[in-house]
């Protein structure tokens, strides 16, 4: 459920007014709801359950939104990690999520990432290329021990998303070419230091529509049953992650439900452990960004509506021209069509063109919704300016979980050589 609504005129998070926090942290920040985030990994698992999927493994894909205190919410739901570096592992593990929950993904690990995580023992490296398989058996058999490992393998299929965020078609630089995984799979299963142990997929991000998942689950199901035929013993899938959030008023996802159920349709014979990375669909809906109006500005067209909020903050719009619907904090009643821009010295520096928006004005504090994932994650210091803050909310209490981090200390970690 939505838990950021009007409460006497002004928008809060859960029982908190986005101005209090607003005026006491400043702007622009991230405020996210602890029940959203709860709310959304019970009905990701309940979709499962209810059709029948009893021990699937969830590993929330930590890039999405990897502060902290939202990692600790999401341990408490029995969530592991999905993660895509050292740096991201090491947070999974200070959250306190068990190691053998973590899977570590990504096409770029390093040797040093990859002895890292074999210390560490997590319970998954999902391997993109036979030559990592390699350096990990022989870092692992170097160390006396078995990395447990899966096979990401690239279906071939268009996910229908947005370019930039596809990731499972063969042009793409992840996963191996299913064509070719039958092979790879009997070359590395025999290597001593790796315990192979499955296949892994990942097709994309903000996926709108069950058919391209399914497409891809059908064809990872008659992978396993052709390694199974060629004697390997598949006792894991992992699925990935990837379902969509609706980012405008009335845009409508794919339900958990209809997930689980295609899930449980697909994999109904495969008798392997299931894993999920979810992350948008976990963490999206959870965050908005607040910011603050500095000036309304004429245009050619319509009026420019510039926040102090930039594309450093929230970089969606500007990568993928992203829409974040926007909303003030205390709305007049009154709409304006208007384009929305932040001070960044660059035309990408724009969320908004022509839209019909709640009517602002200088000063007024407003926010882009749907900010929880692939938001605060994304910031930095673009034009010197402040790494964003984030806070929590849960029922009447917020804290701020990341600081503001100024341009004074970002130039104090710089160093003028002494030639200069
Ligand atoms: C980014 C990523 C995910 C999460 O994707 P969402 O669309 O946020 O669910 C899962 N698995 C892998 C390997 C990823 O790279």
């Given at each position: 459920?939505?838990?950021?609504t009007?409460?006497?005129?002004a928008?809060?998070?859960?029982?908190v007014?986005l101005?209090?926090?607003a005026?006491?942290?400043?702007?622009p920040?991230y405020?996210?709801?602890?029940k959203?985030f709860?709310?959304?990994a019970q009905a990701?698992?309940?979709g499962l359950?209810?059709a029948?999927?009893?021990?699937?493994?969830?590993?929330?894909a930590i890039?999405a939104?990897?502060?902290?205190?939202v990692l600790?919410?999401l341990?408490?739901e029995g969530?592991g990690?999905?993660?895509?570096?050292?740096?991201?592992?090491n947070?999974?593990?200070?959250a306190?999520m068990?190691?053998a929950?973590?899977?570590f993904?990504?096409?770029?690990?390093t040797?040093?990432?990859l002895?890292?995580?074999l210390?560490?023992?997590?319970?998954?490296?999902?391997?993109?290329?036979e030559?990592?398989?390699?350096?990990?058996?022989?870092?692992?058999?170097?160390?006396?021990i078995?990395?447990?490992?899966v096979?990401?393998?690239?279906?071939?299929v268009?996910?229908?998303?947005?370019?930039?965020?596809?990731t499972?078609r063969?042009?793409?630089?992840f996963?191996?070419?299913i064509?070719?995984?039958v092979?790879?799979?009997?070359r590395?299963?025999?290597r001593?230091?790796?315990d192979?142990?499955?296949?892994?997929?990942?097709?994309?991000s903000q996926?709108?529509?069950l058919?391209?998942?399914e497409?891809a689950?059908?064809?990872?199901?008659?992978?396993v049953?052709?390694?199974?035929?060629a004697g390997h013993?598949i006792?894991r899938?992992d699925?990935?992650?990837?379902?969509?959030?609706?980012?405008?008023?009335?845009e409508?996802m794919p339900s958990?439900?209809?997930?689980?159920?295609?899930?449980?349709r697909?994999t109904?014979?495969?008798g392997?452990?299931l894993?999920f990375e979810?992350?948008?669909r976990i963490?999206?809906?959870?965050?908005v960004?607040v910011?603050e109006?500095v000036?309304?500005?004429?245009?050619a067209?319509n009026?420019?509506?510039?926040?102090?909020?930039a594309?450093n903050d929230?970089?969606?719009p500007?990568?993928?021209?992203a829409?974040h619907?926007?909303?003030?904090v205390?709305p007049?009643?009154?709409r304006?069509?208007?384009?929305?821009?932040?001070p960044?010295?660059?035309?990408?520096?724009?969320?908004a063109?022509?839209?019909e928006?709640?009517e602002?004005?200088?000063?007024d504090l407003a926010?882009f919704?749907?900010?929880?994932?692939?938001?605060?994650t994304m910031?930095s210091?673009?034009?010197?300016?402040s790494?964003?803050?984030?806070?929590?909310v849960e029922?009447?209490?917020?804290?701020?979980v990341a600081d503001?981090?100024?341009?004074?200390?970002?130039?104090?970690a710089?160093?003028v050589?002494?030639?200069l």
């Amino acid at each position: 459920m939505d838990r950021f609504t009007l409460k006497g005129g002004a928008l809060h998070c859960e029982d908190v007014a986005l101005q209090a926090i607003a005026r006491e942290v400043g702007t622009p920040v991230y405020v996210y709801s602890a029940k959203m985030f709860r709310e959304a990994a019970q009905a990701f698992r309940g979709g499962l359950v209810d059709a029948g999927v009893h021990d699937a493994h969830l590993a929330y894909a930590i890039k999405a939104n990897p502060n902290i205190a939202v990692l600790k919410v999401l341990a408490a739901e029995g969530f592991g990690a999905d993660v895509v570096s050292a740096g991201e592992m090491n947070r999974a593990l200070a959250a306190g999520m068990p190691a053998a929950d973590i899977v570590f993904s990504g096409v770029g690990k390093t040797r040093g990432e990859l002895i890292a995580a074999l210390d560490a023992g997590i319970g998954q490296f999902n391997l993109e290329l036979e030559e990592e398989g390699e350096v990990l058996a022989d870092l692992a058999a170097a160390r006396g021990i078995t990395a447990p490992a899966v096979l990401r393998v690239n279906p071939d299929v268009d996910a229908g998303t947005h370019a930039k965020i596809s990731t499972g078609r063969k042009e793409n630089k992840f996963g191996i070419p299913i064509s070719e995984a039958v092979a790879m799979y009997a070359r590395l299963a025999g290597r001593p230091g790796l315990d192979l142990k499955g296949v892994a997929i990942h097709i994309g991000s903000q996926l709108s529509d069950l058919a391209p998942l399914e497409a891809a689950y059908v064809r990872v199901g008659e992978l396993v049953a052709e390694l199974r035929a060629a004697g390997h013993t598949i006792a894991r899938v992992d699925l990935g992650g990837g379902l969509g959030v609706p980012y405008k008023v009335g845009e409508v996802m794919p339900s958990a439900a209809a997930f689980g159920q295609m899930v449980a349709r697909v994999t109904k014979e495969w008798g392997v452990t299931l894993m999920f990375e979810p992350g948008r669909r976990i963490a999206g809906s959870a965050g908005v960004l607040v910011t603050e109006v500095v000036w309304v500005k004429p245009g050619a067209v319509n009026p420019y509506i510039i926040v102090d909020a930039a594309m450093n903050d929230l970089a969606r719009p500007a990568l993928y021209d992203a829409w974040h619907d926007f909303q003030a904090v205390v709305p007049t009643g009154n709409r304006m069509i208007a384009n929305i821009a932040g001070p960044v010295c660059e035309t990408g520096d724009t969320f908004a063109m022509g839209r019909e928006i709640d009517e602002v004005a200088s000063g007024d504090l407003a926010v882009f919704r749907t900010a929880g994932a692939y938001g605060a994650t994304m910031a930095s210091t673009y034009n010197s300016r402040s790494l964003v803050p984030e806070v929590l909310v849960e029922d009447g209490r917020y804290a701020v979980v990341a600081d503001r981090i100024t341009p004074e200390t970002i130039l104090a970690a710089e160093r003028v050589p002494d030639w200069l």
